[in-house]
Every structure is written in structure tokens, then in C-alpha cells.
């Protein structure tokens, strides 16, 4: 008797992570229908320029679309590295990705893709192969029109360079996290203004850099390591960024060093509180990167203009203090 349920316990366990398996398998790599939005790039000079200043300072695309562990380093500290992608992210159990390669090539690169299907990308994280994309790599969603315009813009001018790309490769722990979690799901309700906050210092144009733009919020939050849900309060910081050990390794770091992002609240002892005036805060920015294997884009940032990184400081100071300890910025996992 116990023999039996016993059986009939496992083969119905059996069917269920059978049964798992199969929808993971299939649904992992899900096609989307969301509409393309109504925007095209264009060919004025005072837009390309626009678009060549975000792309290369606050949304910081040059800190990821290059090709090599070389070229991370070089376009930080401010080199013109084509923008043809292809470095591999690893991504711990869940895979390994690729930013693509957005020079206007027509086989490898953005000249394959309609305009719709770019702003499609940037405002509802979906691929131009209609599969999803982690939003929270690229949280433009609510990045103004006239600044997705400026963006593509810019890409469409640059130098055309061929460059195969890997696709992504998902685990299949991967593959389930795809499937699950709310972060790795096309953004739908996007609420983007038609026009960006003008760049002054005002707690407006702040916050709008800090959420859609800049991406403070998505590192200085703590997160879950898998799905990167908010499991903390925004901006209090304590996000840990698992060691990019080939990347250590060129620099000179410990190949298994982990990093944390600091409380960027205005609380005291906070890294904020640490610069008493907005003179102190600007030219932390300027002075880049200190922490070498710092995941934040410090280069990209430190091209950022005065009344941008000003717009910060106070947007970050309205904000309420969160009382949070930090821990250690570098640090070891057992
Ligand atoms: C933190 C790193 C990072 C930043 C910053 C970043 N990207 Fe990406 N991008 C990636 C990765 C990784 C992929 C591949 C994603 C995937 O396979 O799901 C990607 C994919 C894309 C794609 C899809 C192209 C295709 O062929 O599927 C576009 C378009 C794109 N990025 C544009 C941009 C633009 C424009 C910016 C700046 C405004 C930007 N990205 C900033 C890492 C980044
Ligand atoms: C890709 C993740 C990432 C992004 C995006 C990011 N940060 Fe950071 N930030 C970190 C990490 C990790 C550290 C700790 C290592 C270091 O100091 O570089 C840090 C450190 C800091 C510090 C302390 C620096 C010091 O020397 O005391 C400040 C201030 C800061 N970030 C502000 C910001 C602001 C403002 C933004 C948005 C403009 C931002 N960060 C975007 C990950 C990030």
C-alpha cells in the first residue's frame, strides 16, 4: 500500500518538473507584440550632437556596447571605441550575454533595423527580434521622445563597422528566471514626457537622469542576485556586483572580488553626505573612476555637464534619508 501511494506521489512529481521543464523550454524565448513607437531619427546636426552627448555621458551606452575587455577599459576613460559590441557579460548561473553592435552596419549592425524597432527597444525593453530584454540594463522606458530621437539619430551617423555578435546564450536556470520574473518581462506601461526636462539644475531634471537615464536607482538599490527585484529601499544602496574576473584580472584586482554600491541618500554618513557642497560633488564626477573594477560608469559620468551632475546633487538631497550602513565597497564571498 505505502509502496504504491509512494509511487503514484513520485510519478506525479515526475510529471510536474516534466511538465517544468517543457514550458521553461518553450516559453524562454517568447515573441512580443508591443506597438512601435511613433518616432523618427533624424539628420540635424543639433540633434546628433545631443544624441552623441547622451550616448557617451549620462545613458552611458559606450560603457557597454564595445567589443573587448580592452575597449571597457579604453572607452571609460573617454577613447572613441566604435560602438560594434560583441564583449561577453557573464551573467553567474544564468548565462552570458552580448550588447549588440550599433554602428549602422546593414548585416551585424543597427542598419538592419527599422527606427521603430530601435525605440520600440529603448522605451519597451523588447529586442528587434521581438524577444524581451532586461529593462533594468537599459531603464530608458521613460526617457523623453526628443531623447530617444537624439539617441538613434546619433547611431544612424556614426561609422558603419562589421561585427558579428554572439546571441545570448541562457542557462536553463536562466531560461526559468526569463520566464518568471517580473524584471526580465517587456515594460508596458511606459509614461515617457514628449520633452526632457531642460538641462538645468533643478530637482526635476534630476530625478529624470537618476531613474531613466543615468540608472542610479538600478545600482544603488539593493537587489535580489537572481531577478534583481528591489528587496531595499531606492537609492539606500547595498547591491552586490558578483567579480567580472576577466576584467579584475587585466586591471590587477583579485579575480574574486565583489563590489557594493553605497547609500546615495541624504543621511548622514551616506557616500552623499560626503560632499558637503555641490563644488566637492562635480568634481568627485570629474576626477572618474578610483575603484577600477567599479561597475558604475564613472567615464561616461565624468563627461556629464555641470548643470547635469548639479541636477543630481539635488535631486539626491530631496530625496528622505534612509538609515543605512554600507559594509565594505570591495569585498570577499566565502
Ligand atoms: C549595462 C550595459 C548596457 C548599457 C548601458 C546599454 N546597453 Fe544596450 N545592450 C546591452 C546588452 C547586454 C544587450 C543584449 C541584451 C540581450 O541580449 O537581451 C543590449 C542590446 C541592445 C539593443 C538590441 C539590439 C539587438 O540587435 O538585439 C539595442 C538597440 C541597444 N542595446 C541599445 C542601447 C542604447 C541606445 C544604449 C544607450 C542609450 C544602451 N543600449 C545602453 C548592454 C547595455
Ligand atoms: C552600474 C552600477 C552603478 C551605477 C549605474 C551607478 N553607480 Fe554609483 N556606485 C556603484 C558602486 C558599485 C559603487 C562603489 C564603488 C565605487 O565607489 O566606484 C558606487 C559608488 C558611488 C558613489 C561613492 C563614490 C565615492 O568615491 O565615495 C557615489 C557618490 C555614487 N556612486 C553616485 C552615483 C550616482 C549619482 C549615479 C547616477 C548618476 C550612480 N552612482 C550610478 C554602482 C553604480
Redesign the pocket.
Known amino acids: 500500500m505505502i509502496k504504491r501511494i509512494l509511487l503514484i506521489v513520485l510519478s506525479a512529481l515526475l510529471l510536474i518538473i516534466a511538465g517544468f521543464v517543457i514550458y521553461i523550454s518553450t516559453a524562454w524565448d517568447k515573441k512580443y507584440e508591443l506597438p512601435y513607437p511613433d518616432l523618427t531619427a533624424s539628420t540635424d546636426s543639433a540633434v546628433i550632437e545631443r544624441g552623441r552627448y547622451?550616448?557617451h555621458g549620462p545613458?552611458?551606452?559606450?560603457?557597454?556596447?564595445v567589443s573587448s575587455i580592452k575597449e571597457l577599459v579604453l572607452s571609460d576613460q573617454g577613447a572613441n571605441v566604435p560602438l560594434k559590441?560583441g564583449v561577453l557579460?557573464p551573467m553567474g548561473p544564468l548565462g552570458v550575454?552580448?550588447?549588440?553592435?550599433?554602428t549602422p552596419d546593414e548585416t551585424t549592425g543597427?542598419g538592419?533595423?527599422t527606427d521603430g524597432?530601435?525605440f520600440r527597444?529603448?522605451r519597451h525593453a523588447v529586442?528587434?527580434?521581438g524577444?524581451?530584454?532586461?529593462s533594468l540594463?537599459?531603464p530608458?522606458w521613460n526617457?523623453a521622445d526628443d531623447d530617444l530621437v537624439a539617441?538613434?539619430s546619433y547611431?544612424r551617423s556614426m561609422d558603419p563597422v562589421f561585427n558579428e555578435?554572439p546571441?545570448?546564450k541562457w542557462t536553463f536556470m536562466g531560461k526559468a528566471v526569463r520566464v518568471m520574473a517580473p524584471t526580465f518581462k517587456p515594460v508596458y506601461d511606459a509614461e515617457p514626457p514628449d520633452m526632457a526636462p531642460p538641462m538645468e539644475p533643478t530637482v526635476e531634471r534630476g530625478e529624470y537622469l537618476a531613474r531613466y537615464?543615468t540608472?542610479c536607482v538600478g545600482c544603488h538599490t539593493e537587489r535580489d542576485p537572481m531577478t534583481f527585484e528591489a528587496t531595499g529601499p531606492e537609492f539606500a544602496g547595498g547591491m552586490e556586483f558578483e567579480p567580472y574576473p576577466e576584467l579584475h584580472v587585466e586591471l590587477g584586482y583579485d579575480a574574486d572580488l565583489w563590489t557594493r554600491s553605497p547609500n546615495i541618500t541624504p543621511h548622514p554618513g551616506s557616500a552623499l553626505s560626503r560632499f558637503p557642497t555641490v563644488e566637492d560633488w562635480i568634481s568627485r564626477f570629474r576626477n572618474g573612476r578610483v575603484i577600477m573594477i567599479s561597475p558604475m560608469?564613472w567615464g561616461p559620468f565624468s563627461r556629464m555637464s555641470d548643470q547635469d551632475l548639479e541636477a543630481l546633487y539635488l535631486y539626491l538631497h530631496s530625496l528622505a534619508p534612509v538609515a543605512r550602513e554600507d559594509g565594505l565597497v570591495m569585498f570577499k564571498k566565502e
Do not use: E, W
Request: charged share 10%; glycine share 2%; with cysteine.
Open positions: 547622451l550616448v545613458a552611458h551606452c559606450s560603457s557597454c556596447h559590441g557579460f550575454i552580448s550588447p549588440a553592435n550599433l543597427i538592419r533595423y524597432q530601435l527597444m529603448m529586442k528587434p527580434d524577444t524581451a530584454t532586461i540594463m537599459m530608458f526617457m539617441i538613434v547611431l555578435v546571441a545570448p537615464v540608472n560608469d
